[in-house]
């Protein structure tokens, strides 16, 4: 029984080592190839997958890795072009301008990149913005995929408290920190209002002028377009929006190779095997990218059901080690968060500052990185953000909820018994006193001076300055650049390129990218893989989907104030 035993775990181990060397074995790739990239959904912001996640499947995209592999083509000689197949995207405006900048950097090394479209979700926004980027852009006939502008709706929960009998009470700093109106409000507030279209101005801005560009067309030329509107892709192709409605496969066979046949095509998943290092990337001076994803939380980072918590302790950890790391020359720390706990964004804060001591650290900013998220981001060297990156959000918030009416209802009787003025502060049995409120806004006001004045000293700008340019307000990346808070435009590849000029490394020289923090182990991964993340989401309305999806950071959060985002727009 023994010596059969062993002989089971000597054949699994010999089966994985076939896999290993499957998953690692470099493909052939004929001269005059076309890569093949699809490119859908929604993608997480996270180290290229190693090789636990490999060898079961993780379930998320990967934007790292997509980047990565849209790099290798645009240096790899065998592949002409790149058929960019895109599906219904759930990404922000920011992610979709990196991708674009991909595309960018194809064309610029001369490869032919073809974007094909499909789609029934009455949802094009998104989808042409990226597809647009491209030489040439196709649709599939039946596709409903409308350009017919931007929106953005707002939820408030302010009339669903007196039907429960709660009493939900709110103090923020300031007026523009609108992630108490949503708790508290029934309709939108005046300075509400006032960024909230700011901010749809300035997307609707760059999404005319980026497909303009493009097309060879004026912004007012695609906002005629919108309003006309341009609803199917007949539409599309009249206005000169799109090149064509063929079928994939008869696409794929209009590709012409060197020698006038049909080009060979090599499918993303194959391409991932094609090392970095055999295409002269991924090799010299090491630079450290560090990670910031999801609501900042203090204790470790891990995993709920809707997708990943920041730990202070996991993301100072990770820095302090590419910090003292001595192969390291420069850090990039890559921020996408909606904010969370005030002390854990500080503990992070300190880290980068820290770190920042003994080399350069450049923040990289991804769709959102805004209060807590942009705290963290305002010690550092140099700041990039998309255009359309949402940030800012200096302020702070503390909501408190009496469910003594509620608990009422259903039969349920409680007391406190206290010793102390204020030792019913937080008890969630009774509403703030005018004396309480006053005790917790000098709470929020202490919190909101720490912010900016450290916003002050990281950016070089005095503290009323931050005052006037924070007070809780949403900025775009393009915006915030024009305010100070930002100092360059653009995606990773501009923070890698910054991150090489601050230590010497000629703007040519390849980098070798070390991920932190460090992937987790076999274990850890299989249990994200087959119990964290199988449940499925309940098919729910859209409306409420948002709210569901704004409520979760405020969940993760720990009680106490918050440095949170309001609502996301969203680029559908």
């Known amino acids: 029984m023994l010596r059969k035993k062993r002989w089971i775990f000597l054949l699994l181990v010999v089966l994985i080592g076939i896999g290993v060397v499957i998953l690692r074995w470099p493909p ?43 790099q290798k083509a645009s240096v790899d000689e065998r592949l002409r072009g790149v058929v960019l197949r895109i599906t219904p995207l759930d990404l922000p405006l920011a992610q979709l301008q990196e991708l674009r900048g991909a595309v960018g950097r194809l064309r610029d090394a001369g490869k032919h990149v073809i974007a094909w479209v499909m789609g029934e979700d009455f949802s094009g926004n998104g989808e042409y913005y990226l597809a647009s980027a491209a030489d040439q852009v196709y649709f599939s006939e039946n596709s409903l995929l409308p350009l017919i502008g931007l929106r953005s709706s707002h939820i408030f929960l302010g009339g669903m408290w007196d039907k429960l009998d709660v009493d939900m009470q709110v103090e923020q700093v300031k007026e523009y920190k609108t992630f108490g109106d949503f708790l508290v409000r029934k309709t939108m507030s005046d300075a509400h209002r006032e960024m909230a279209n700011s901010i749809l101005d300035n997307l609707n801005t760059q999404l005319l002028r980026d497909i303009a560009e493009s097309r060879r067309l004026t912004p007012d030329d695609v906002q005629r377009l919108i309003d006309a509107p341009t609803l199917i892709p007949d539409d599309f192709q009249q206005a000169g929006l799109i090149d064509g409605m063929p079928y994939f496969d008869d696409l794929l066979d209009s590709l012409k190779g060197p020698d006038g046949a049909v080009a060979k095509t090599v499918l993303l998943d194959t391409y991932r095997r094609v090392k970095p290092t055999s295409l002269g990337l991924m090799q010299g001076p090491k630079v450290a990218v560090v990670f910031g994803i999801g609501g900042i939380t203090t204790g470790q980072s891990g995993w709920n059901a809707m997708g990943t918590t920041m730990g202070a302790d996991t993301l100072t950890e990770a820095i302090d080690a590419a910090a003292k790391n001595e192969a390291i020359k420069a850090i990039v720390l890559r921020v996408d968060s909606p904010g969370g706990s005030a002390l854990a ?23 959102a990185a805004a209060s807590g998220g942009y705290y963290i981001a305002a010690g550092a060297t140099k700041i990039v953000a998309q255009p359309a990156t949402i940030t800012g959000s200096i302020g702070i918030v503390v909501s408190h909820a009496n469910v003594q009416g509620l608990l009422t209802k259903l039969g349920i009787n409680s007391e406190t018994l206290h010793r102390g003025q204020y030792a019913r502060l937080f008890s969630n049995m009774q509403s703030w006193t005018p004396e309480e409120r006053q005790q917790v806004e000098r709470v929020t006001e202490a919190l909101y001076q720490t912010f900016t004045r450290k916003v002050a000293a990281g950016r070089s700008l005095d503290v009323e300055a931050v005052d006037r340019i924070g007070r809780g307000r949403v900025w775009t990346g393009e915006q915030a650049k024009e305010l100070g808070l930002v100092d360059h435009l653009g995606g990773m590849d501009t923070a890698i390129q910054l991150a090489k000029e601050a230590v010497g490394i000629a703007p040519g020289e390849s980098v070798t990218l070390v991920y932190y923090p460090k992937p987790q182990g076999l274990l850890t991964t299989l249990l994200e893989r087959f119990i964290l993340r199988s449940a499925v989401p309940l098919p729910l309305p859209q409306p409420l989907q948002d709210m569901v999806a704004h409520l979760i950071p405020f969940m993760d959060a720990p009680r106490g104030p918050l440095l949170m985002l309001p609502a996301l727009p969203r680029f559908r």
């Open 345 to 367: 964004s500080d503990l992070i804060w300190h880290a980068v500052a820290r770190a920042k001591r003994a080399k350069p650290v450049i923040v990289s900013m991804s769709g």
């Open 28 to 70: 052939a790739i004929a001269p005059g190839s076309y890569l093949l990239a699809p490119i859908g959904g929604s993608y997480t912001d996270a180290p290229t997958p190693d090789l636990a996640r490999e060898l079961v499947g993780a379930s998320e995209k990967n934007l790292t890795d997509l980047l990565l592999q849209l």
